[in-house]
């Protein structure tokens, strides 16, 4: 259950991200995030993403790196 929660935040926090930063998605996204908009755009990005690439977008993303 714990799990659950922790990787439904990461999915929260990489959305908010990409909401906030629609430029940094891939070409392919941008134009989605055109013709329809931003929040379909990033919900395909990151339903295409798998668990691990999540996690490691995730940790470049938001952990700084002597953390690691």
Known sequence: KIRIQRF???LET???YF???VSLLPAEYL???EKEDA???VC???SGMSDGYAVDL???LF???GWK
Do not use: N
Request: glycine residues 0%; proline residues 4%.
């Open 44 to 46: 395909d990005y990151i």
């Open 8 to 10: 439904q935040q990461l």
């Open 19 to 21: 909401i906030s930063h």
């Open 31 to 33: 134009s989605i995030a």
């Open 63 to 65: 952990i700084p790196k």
């Open 58 to 60: 995730y940790q470049e």
């Open 39 to 41: 929040h379909r755009a």
């Open 14 to 16: 990489l959305y908010t």
